[in-house]
């Protein structure tokens, strides 16, 4: 199998010498993605390739962002027929030691893309203030709904490999240009029903900074991951296939928003003239509520057990 590992550059150029000597020998194309990079990061790439051929340097001349440069690369990764490209930063905080493991879930044919998780290093977790160990958590469960890969953790990790199945069946023009890449991947892949495969890699971390800000994540994640869910959705269960599932949402939503509107209705009505409501608006109010929301907790629980799935070994 070819394999050819992305490397997208912005503000890398002191770590990416290091990360580019450290690669092993059995990588068939090495591909630096210069994201129109300030500080030269293309340069130490061009440096490298006088001394070894597999490496090819691809230039974006205006910033386009961590995704925007995987889809350049993975793009000419399609031209060289690549059978996996891999995704790595190049600020050295992924070990290409853990290169083998994350490839062996695609050579065995197990998955459609395998992605590192940091989250299985207790040492790591020991060390990571609780308020981001949360945010991660909280993140994860999120895409986990809107992605439908409901047994993946660390979604925003972005040492990953994909295999020319999983490239092929994504419309990379749609792709998300910037940090939500890695989240929009496994929704885009949870949709098409490709499994994808967590594997155990600790992050190493060193001088680098992160340009992920927490701020900029509540601010833009949260609508994104919105959009990709409802898409999910639909697609899902109204046009690639409709199932039990199908049913429970067309009745349990229609029930539960007739319920909640009619409720806040009488709420507010007994509010302003002082009188309660009947029992019986109470009953007409409350009983779709409940079967409404039995309804769509059976949808979920099947979308848990319908989750792709990696083979087993």
Request: hydrophobic share 50%; with cysteine.
């Amino acid at each position: 199998m070819r394999v050819g590992l992305i490397i997208p550059c912005y503000r890398v150029a002191r770590h990416l010498g290091a990360v580019l000597e450290s690669l092993p020998s059995d990588l068939d194309h090495i591909l630096v993605v210069d994201d129109c990079c300030p500080d030269g990061s293309g340069q130490v790439a061009r440096q490298r390739a006088a001394a070894d051929p597999r490496i090819e340097v691809l230039c974006h001349t205006v910033n386009g962002g961590v995704g925007a440069a995987m889809v350049t690369g993975l793009r000419r990764a399609l031209e060289l027929d690549c059978d996996i490209a891999i995704k790595m930063d190049g600020d050295g905080q992924m070990d290409p030691g853990f290169l083998p493991a994350l490839l062996a879930p695609l050579l065995a044919g197990r998955a459609e893309m395998a992605k590192g998780n940091r989250f299985r290093d207790f040492k790591a977790l020991r060390a990571m203030p609780p308020l981001r160990l949360l945010g991660n958590s909280a993140l994860s469960f999120l895409v986990k709904a809107a992605s439908g890969q409901w047994a993946v953790m660390d979604p925003t990790n972005g040492y990953l490999a994909l295999s020319r199945r999983a490239v092929e069946s994504i419309d990379l023009e749609r792709l998300s240009p910037r940090y939500f890449f890695e989240c929009d991947l496994m929704i885009r892949l949870g949709t098409a029903r490709l499994a994808v495969e967590d594997v155990a890699i600790p992050a190493r971390y060193g001088d680098e900074e992160s340009s992920l800000r927490i701020g900029r994540v509540l601010l833009t994640f949260p609508p994104l991951l919105a959009r990709g869910f409802l898409r999910r959705l639909l697609l899902s269960y109204f046009v690639h296939d409709f199932n039990i599932a199908s049913l429970y949402l067309l009745v349990g939503l229609p029930l539960t928003a007739f319920s909640l509107l009619l409720g806040l209705g009488a709420w507010a009505v007994s509010v302003d003239s002082g009188v309660p409501r009947t029992a019986g608006t109470v009953m007409l109010a409350g009983l779709p509520l409940i079967l409404g929301f039995q309804l769509m907790l059976q949808a979920i629980a099947f979308d848990v057990a319908n989750a792709p799935r990696p083979k087993p070994e």
